[in-house]
C-alpha cells in the first residue's frame, strides 16, 4: 500500500467558516423635503455589515419628492376610504402593485445570508393610508409577509398579514412603533442571491395623505461558507474517504478502479488549500495528514483520465 504524506510544505489556507449576526438600520437622515428635495431615492448612506451589501431605498409610482426631513415619507397613494371610518370590514381599497417603497440586500461573494426580522415605525399624516404591508422578490410579490406589532395598541394586523391604523383620531405627529414583519423558511436562509422588498400602502384618504416609515432595521445572519454550493459533489463517487469525520485530519483515499496522479483538498469557498502530484494505482490507498486544518468541511478532488471526481469530508477536531 502507497501512502501518501501531504508535507507541511503544502499550502494551506487558515480561513475557517464563521457566522456573524447583523442589524441594519437606516435613519433615512438624509432625506429633505421643501425646495432642497431629495427626490424619491434616500441619499443617506445605507448601514453596513460584514456578508452583506444593503441598496438605497427608492419610491416607487407615489409622488417624487420627500414630504418631510429625515423620513421617508411620500404621498400620492390610493385613496379608497373616507375620512373618519374606522370600520376596516367596509374598505374597498386593495393593495396597488405599482405603489412602494423599494429596497434591495445583496449577500457577498461566498456568503450565505438568513434574514429574520424587520422591524420599523411609521406614521402617516391626517389623511394618509391606513393599511401597509411588506413583500419579498422570493416569490415575486406575491405575498405579505408575517406580520406582528407587538404591544402597540395605536395598530394592528388584520386580514392576511395586513398592517391597520386602527382610529383615524390617533395623533398622527409620533410615531408609531411595533410593525415587525418575521423572516423565516427557505426564502430567508442561507440565501446567496439578492433580496429585494417592497413596503406597500394604500386605503387612503386623500391623495395628498402622506405614509412615512422610519428607523428600518433588518436583522439576521450572515455566514462565509456559502460556496459550498458552487462545489461539483458527485453523489455517486467514485472512491471514499475515510474516517468521516476526521477527528484529527487524518484521512485516505480508497479509488479501487482509478489511476490517478493530482489530489486536491478544497475548503468550503472553493479554494485549493492543499494539492500533491503523484501516481496512484487502482486498489492503492492515499494517506492524507491535514492536521493543521481547522474544523470544517472539506471535499478531496482526483484526476484521473482527464476527469475530475470529488467526495466530501469533515474534520471535527
Known amino acids: 500500500m502507497i501512502k501518501n504524506l501531504l508535507s507541511a510544505s503544502l499550502l494551506f489556507l487558515s480561513l475557517s467558516v464563521f457566522s456573524q449576526a447583523f442589524s441594519g438600520m437606516y435613519p433615512f437622515s438624509g ?33 417624487t419628492a420627500p414630504s418631510a426631513g429625515g423620513v421617508f415619507s411620500f404621498s400620492g397613494w390610493d385613496v379608497s376610504i373616507t375620512n373618519g371610518n374606522d370600520a376596516y370590514a367596509t374598505y374597498t381599497g386593495a393593495i396597488n402593485p405599482g405603489k412602494y417603497y423599494e429596497v434591495s440586500l445583496t449577500p457577498a461573494t461566498n456568503y450565505g445570508v438568513d434574514l429574520t426580522s424587520i422591524t420599523f415605525n411609521m ?3 391626517s389623511t394618509g393610508p391606513r393599511n401597509w404591508s411588506v413583500r419579498s422578490s422570493k416569490d415575486s410579490y406575491a405575498n405579505n409577509l408575517p406580520a406582528s406589532v407587538g404591544s402597540n395598541t395605536a395598530i394592528s394586523v388584520v386580514g392576511s398579514n395586513i398592517f391597520f391604523w386602527n382610529l383615524d383620531a390617533t395623533s398622527n405627529t409620533i410615531q408609531q ?19 429585494s422588498f417592497r413596503f406597500y400602502a394604500w386605503n387612503a384618504e386623500n391623495v395628498a395623505g402622506t405614509f412615512r416609515i422610519d428607523t428600518v432595521i433588518f436583522n439576521g445572519l450572515a455566514t462565509i461558507g456559502s460556496g459550498i454550493a458552487d462545489i461539483t459533489h458527485d453523489l455517486n463517487a467514485s472512491f471514499k474517504v475515510y474516517p468521516n469525520p476526521s477527528q484529527d485530519g487524518i484521512i485516505y483515499i480508497d479509488a479501487k478502479k482509478l ?9 468550503v469557498l472553493g479554494t485549493t488549500v492543499a494539492v500533491e502530484n503523484k501516481e496512484v494505482a487502482p486498489n492503492e490507498k492515499a494517506k492524507l495528514d491535514l492536521n493543521t486544518l481547522p474544523a470544517g468541511t472539506y471535499f478531496v478532488r482526483i484526476s484521473s483520465e482527464g476527469k475530475v471526481y470529488t467526495e466530501r469530508f469533515f474534520i471535527t477536531k
Open 259 to 267: 489511476n490517478y496522479s493530482k489530489i486536491e483538498v478544497v475548503n
Open 177 to 195: 412603533k411595533g410593525s415587525t414583519i418575521n423572516l423565516s423558511g427557505p426564502n430567508f436562509s442561507g440565501q446567496t442571491t439578492p433580496y
Open 31 to 63: 432625506v429633505m423635503s421643501g425646495t432642497a428635495s431629495t427626490g424619491p431615492t434616500d441619499p443617506t448612506p445605507p448601514p453596513t455589515a460584514t456578508g452583506l451589501t444593503f441598496g438605497s431605498f427608492v419610491a416607487v409610482g407615489t409622488g
Open 123 to 125: 406614521l402617516r399624516s
